[in-house]
């Protein structure tokens, strides 16, 4: 058994968790919604890259720019357009983000057609650790995600912005009595969310290879499970989930192959059986 | 009240006498698509009524259709008693799996039964026997009742006729009996529920139990109708549509909402001619506009209409006293 192989491979798959949980986990802590179009935005992050560096040949970290920066003013948009309307209608706000799944997805498959396109690799070699056959890509697509990360969680915690965010995401109303502007703060989580998730899909394009209109789904389905286990609206929790899911996901493909995903199915359920609010996530309140 | 009765029988005559006046097997696909669609939502509503929105609805008749086939084939038994069966399948392991899943709150129910649609997919396709990448293939059709032999869209229309009258009926006879009284409070308010001495576990389960025993059976019927059973019938996309025909035909009426939801979004998209392709944009823009516009529905147009109407009467009203004051 290729351990070497296996633990690089837990890595990526961490990364890649990482970033689209904590997007989607940021945005349910701070503008209370579960957006379950995040998975979509992921897709169109990766069909950005898939446009500019393959189509166009543009350099690689443009297309990363450009991901970021057009899915998250696409999510600003959402949020503006449809979330803030629905400011504690909880129910109704569920009900509009499947609405936008079907939107996203169907209006990508009606854009770019249901058919795979494949984009190559933005770097290519392989190098020898330990044993295993790495390739460069996925080295530098960890550190990538890693740095992203660490870049996150410096925002959080150490910016004015940031710490807005905290407040709101503890109590909105006392947070909007300190004078924090509750709707400038929303749309911000919901940019930096669904920025997340655009420059996920951008930077793992190359590294699975193919795009496809629906591709958002499984992450969407992993990202859940990720944020029930890590505890709604908590990153650093979001990231730990990650790393476990990444794990488990790794090794228990190694020796059991697809029943992995109800391995994982199975670990959720007994996080929701015995810690609903799973490892770091406080009480999620619900407004009625 | 008069008008709406008047309405709803002239609609039932016609769906009975449809098949005489035109057979086109067309149609009657589309018609047998809306029908079950209703079922679908119907029993899907029913589950929401409790105060848990299911996105598994889709993967619960994917059991019964999929065990049914399996009944069928591999144990040669008669679609007759395959069809209960398979509906007493899905309705058990509903009770199984609600058993952990309805003690957790909406927002975590939601998301679970999220993932659950996807593992039920993904264990579909990865297991040979339940029918692999492919999907279980050369399912038969009903066995044969004297003449009725399946041979003919119109025999299919009235077996699924047949089964959402049932549908209807049982729904009624649940929602104006004192369980059904049980379970709206329940959906209104858990705790206030449980403070007068509900069991509200119980009867969560049991809603839940039944609203899956009737995805189930419409999922025998498919197979058996479709003669296949693949894992695309059953997936986490057909469990938004089940719930967009809901939604869209209103909330407020449990039986008439899902059954107008269903019939105008499809035959919507047969009349307009929307290609398959633009079907998920056009139903996701109905819905949100839905939602933003017409929360209760399209059911309640009549009777937002008549409010508007109302309103605008008054509104003359108090300009032509202006006028004379």
Known sequence: MPVAQIIFNALLLTMLYALVSSGLTLVLGIARIVNFAHGALYMLGAYVAYYVFQEAGLPFPLALALSVLSVGLFGILIDKLLFRRLAGQFFAAVIVSLGLVFFVEGGGAL??????????PFVSGNVDIFGATLSVERI?????????????????????????????????????????????????????????????GALLAPVFGVVDPYMGQTIMFKAILVITVGGFGSVPGAFTAALIIGFVESFGFWYVEHWVTAMLFGLVIIVLLIRPRGILGKEYIMRH | MQRKLTFIIFCLILLVLGPLLSNQPYWMHVVIICIYSSILAMSWLLILKIGHLSLAHAAFMGVGGIASALIVT???????????LSGLITAIIALILGFPLLRVKGIYFLIITFAFNELFVIIIRNWKFLGGYVGLIGVPRPNAIGAIDFSSKVHYYYLILFLAAVTVITLYRIYTSRIGRIFTSIGEDEDLARSIGIDVIRYKLIAFSIGCFFAGITGSFLVHYLNFAGAELFTTWQSLYIQIYAIVGGMVSVIGGPIVGAFSLILLTEFLDIPIKAQPLVYAAILILIIFFLRNGLISLPQRILAWRLRLLRLLERNIKHETA
């Not at chain 1, 854009?111 to 190559?120: L, V």
């Not at chain 1, 905290?166 to 709707?183: H, I, M, P």
Request: hydrophobic share 60%.
């Open chain 2, 74 to 84: 591999k144990a040669g038994i008669s679609f007759w008693l395959a069809l209960p």
């Open chain 1, 140 to 200: 530098i697509v960890i550190f990538a995600g890693a740095f992203v990360m660490l870049a996150l969680f410096w925002f959080i915690n150490h910016t004015k912005q940031g710490a807005a965010m905290r407040a709101v995401a503890q109590d909105s109303e006392a947070a909007t009595l300190q004078g924090v502007n509750f709707n400038y703060t929303s749309a911000l989580a919901m940019g930096i969310g669904a920025g997340l998730a655009g420059f996920a």
């Open chain 1, 111 to 120: 854009i770019f057609s249901e058919q795979e396109r494949s984009i190559a």
